[in-house]
């Protein structure tokens, strides 16, 4: 069991619903205090995306934010140095596609990431049956690899995600690239056909904009992931405090 | 081909496009078929075994060789297939002596291009 898991499933043990917020590293100057104030306001996992180009998994509201990010020059470098000053007490999860750490070389992308404090990945565009070589040397630098599970996925794929998920399993709510719905979709069922193979944390993401869906996503799942509904108060140009007050909301709604 | 190098994207390990940290670049073509920052791995597979030779030809070039392959023998190619017709024409008595026979591949119709070529032309003259 990686530590990411470890943790993960001491917090839910301890009967805590995991919070993840996820922030675009690089967006602004103040983006690494964005993370500090998410993690001050009660996130449990702080979910960074590494920008990319192409991100074929997301909506319009986290493109624009990658553009952005690319448009000030950062990189996979730039934005772990930045996040090695964090120091942060929560664990860091970094979200991106695979070029990024193709491009990187893998081990080395692995090796950087931990140095950085992050223990997990998120790589959507790597499939199961591609993804040794990134695991091996993921599990070798301690970082926790993290699957998602789509709605569509038949029952004998989810029983090999959920097998290989490390850290948590990420359940994806709907059929859709993020941030273009908001309602819980089909997790409820995506949540009871991953815990059918697992007890691997369960965690629902795409689709959870506001407190009360959180809170909703949580009456069934271990966690919850909010990406674009902070990523476009970033956009707005709201900032830490915005962040802040927005976590906050999401924290009180799901205790 | 030209300006590639290995990267993975929509689930192919290819030659693509891309910056010095693998972000991709925007790519550019008058036809839609190709306007791709990358290639087919088994091209880019037959490109470094030498087996195959790649090429290309500029947007002019391509708008030329469809008028000319439908005036000649009433055939619209499309915008893609253009260019292999565009890229014999520039050739014929260079590369390609002159008297040979040239099996193109004529791999789509270009019916589907009419009005965007119209559109250009119009703007031509």
């Not at chain 1, 989810?158 to 690239?177: D, E, I």
């Not at chain 2, 008028?67 to 050739?91: C, D, F, K, N, Y």
Request: hydrophobic share 45%; with cysteine.
């Amino acid at each position: 069991v990686t530590a990411l898991e470890a943790r993960l499933c001491a917090l839910r043990d301890a009967g805590r619903k995991a919070l993840v917020p996820y922030v675009v590293g690089g967006l602004d100057d103040d983006w690494v205090d964005c993370v500090r104030a998410a993690i001050h306001a009660g996130a449990d996992v702080v979910e960074i995306g590494l920008p990319f180009s192409d991100p074929m998994m997301d909506g319009v509201v986290i493109q624009r934010a990658a553009d952005r990010a690319l448009a000030r020059g950062a990189t996979m470098s730039t934005i772990l140095d930045e996040l090695s000053a964090l120091d942060a007490d929560v664990p860091l999860v970094a979200m991106t596609y695979f070029n990024v750490f193709h491009h990187r070389g893998l081990e080395r992308a692995a090796t950087e990431l931990a140095a950085a404090g992050v223990s997990g990945s998120i790589v959507p565009d790597l499939s199961l049956e591609e993804l040794g070589p990134w695991r091996e040397v993921a599990n070798d630098a301690g970082v926790a690899t993290i699957l998602m599970v789509a709605p569509s996925s038949p029952p004998e794929r989810v029983a090999r995600l959920a097998g290989a998920s490390q850290g948590f399993v990420y359940a994806a709510a709907r059929m859709a690239v993020t941030g273009v719905a908001s309602d819980a979709g089909d997790s409820a069922r995506v949540v009871a056909g991953v815990r059918e193979y697992t007890d691997t944390p369960v965690y629902v993401g795409i689709g959870i904009a506001t407190p009360e869906q959180a809170a909703a996503a949580c009456s069934f799942a271990d966690g919850a992931i909010v990406g674009t509904a902070l990523v476009q108060r970033l956009l707005d140009g709201e900032g830490p405090l915005g962040v802040e007050r927005f976590v906050a909301q999401l924290r009180a709604a799901i205790n | 081909m030209g300006l590639g190098s290995p990267g993975v994207l929509h689930g192919m390990r290819s030659m693509l496009i891309q910056s010095d940290v693998g972000q991709i670049e925007e790519a550019h073509s008058i036809s839609a078929g190709l306007d791709y920052p990358g290639i087919g791995p088994e091209h880019a597979h037959l490109a470094s075994l030498g087996r195959a030779t790649y090429v290309s030809a500029s947007d002019d070039e391509v708008i030329d060789a469809l008028q000319i392959l439908s005036r000649l023998e009433g055939i619209i190619p499309a915008l893609e297939t253009a260019h292999a017709v565009a890229w014999v024409l520039r050739s014929a008595g260079r590369e390609i002596p002159l008297g040979s026979s040239v099996l193109i591949n004529l791999s789509g119709r270009g019916d589907k291009d009419v009005a965007q070529v119209r559109e250009i032309l119009g703007r031509r003259s």
